[in-house]
Nanobody, 117 residues
Framework: QVQLVESGGGSVQAGGSLRLSCQAS?????MGWFRQAPGKEREGVAT?????RTTYADSVKGRFTISRSGAKSVLQANSLKPEDTAMYYC????????????????WGQGTQVTVSS
């Protein structure tokens, strides 16, 4: 069992930045961030493997950066847009490959990001 604790959400104006953090209770191969806006399906944002390889959703490429240090992952979200408003979830998985998919094994409780225009 892996516990995840997210932090760093909040409210910002369009064009602003937020830094989301996820602390896992142990080292896991793949760490990812997902988001779900009201009335929409959950979507993947970014993933990072223990070797540093990353994947990003097209909607956030060039604006968001995922990084990790051991069991901690950070999602730096810059140039935020109102459409980035969502509950952001950290998730981890032990399986290869480390890429955006919906069946990660462990999920955090989420942290809210709200971007106003």
């Amino acid at each position: 069992q892996v516990q995840l604790v997210e932090s760093g959400g909040g409210s910002v104006q369009a064009g602003g930045s937020l830094r989301l953090s996820c602390q896992a209770s142990g080292l896991v191969y793949c760490m990812g961030w997902f988001r779900q806006a009201p009335g929409k399906e959950r979507e993947g944002v970014a993933t990072i493997a223990t070797d540093g390889r990353t994947t990003y959703a097209d909607s956030v490429k060039g604006r968001f950066t995922i990084s990790r240090s051991g069991a901690k992952s950070v999602l730096q979200a810059n140039s935020l847009k109102p459409e980035d408003t969502a509950m952001y979830y950290c998730a981890v998985d032990r399986r290869w490959p480390c890429e955006i998919r919906g069946d990660f094994g462990y999920w955090g409780q989420g942290t809210q990001v709200t971007v106003s225009s």
